[in-house]
């Protein structure tokens, strides 16, 4: 076993499932102490030996707030967040979204990770330690996607303006933007509503721009997004912050 995060507390959000939930398990299983955040109870799935639990609505500060409260009295530390909440809600283009719509794409996409990052930076800076590492997405070039594109953006630019003013206080903050990824079927989708043909349509269009932008002509796994977060919270990447990396077959996004 590679035991490169021994002695090291990860807090992860949208743990229940795809990439959170694998890199949860990634992290057990190199010797991580996880604790594990998603507003679905799926996420007790996860608890155990090492793992703490927790449900949470993190578009709402109070949540991301109490959340790291909840890892300092269980752990007594937080050396990693990895922001991992968002997701398209809707796929159509720009003219067609409601402004409800809108505004609820980038409370999903941004807000939770510019909150978990304020909510833990206190606690990382008294250590004089943390890896931040933030889930964007390829998606800020991408059609059908104008709200959530524009909410990833920011997550960017988070990433870098933090970078800037932490990293002489012993605060690495990265990210990586994943491109199309399989991931297995949602337990639970993002949006309820049934797509109509029109709706079919222009997500599959998202599909084949995805495909026809990476250089590999596929869609990544789980383990391969997974594998360049784990890499960005690492000691291994002690000399780097900053930095968004594509994880998309050679489409940079």
Request: aromatic share 6%.
């Amino acid at each position: 076993m590679n035991n490169r995060f021994s002695n090291k507390v990860a807090l992860v959000t949208g743990a229940a499932q795809g990439i959170g939930r694998r890199v949860c398990e990634r992290l057990l299983s190199e010797g991580a102490q996880v604790v594990a955040v998603d507003r679905s109870e799926l996420v007790h799935e996860l608890q155990g030996e090492g793992v703490l639990a927790l449900t949470a609505d993190l578009e709402q500060y109070a949540d991301c707030a109490r959340v790291m409260v909840e890892a300092i009295n269980t752990f007594d530390r937080l050396d990693i967040l990895i922001n991992n909440v968002g997701g398209t809600i809707w796929a159509k283009p720009f003219e067609h979204y409601q402004v409800e719509q809108i505004e609820a794409e980038v409370r999903r996409s941004l807000f939770p990770t510019l909150w978990c990052c304020h909510a833990a930076l206190p606690y990382m800076l008294k250590q004089g330690s943390g890896a931040i590492v933030n889930v964007s997405s390829i998606a800020t070039r991408s059609v059908n996607r104008v709200p959530y594109g524009a909410a990833k953006g920011g997550i960017n630019a988070l990433t870098a303006c933090l970078a800037f003013e932490n990293a002489e206080r012993g605060i690495r903050v990265n990210a990586t933007a994943p491109g199309g990824t399989e991931a297995p079927p949602r337990r639970i989708p993002r949006n309820d509503a049934e797509q109509s043909a029109q709706e079919q349509t222009w997500y599959q269009q998202i599909v084949t721009q995805t495909l026809d932008s990476s250089l590999m002509k596929r869609y990544g796994s789980l383990d391969e997004q997974v594998g360049a977060i784990l890499f960005l919270a690492s000691d291994d990447a002690s000399y780097i912050t900053g930095v968004t990396l594509p994880v998309g077959g050679g489409d940079l996004g």
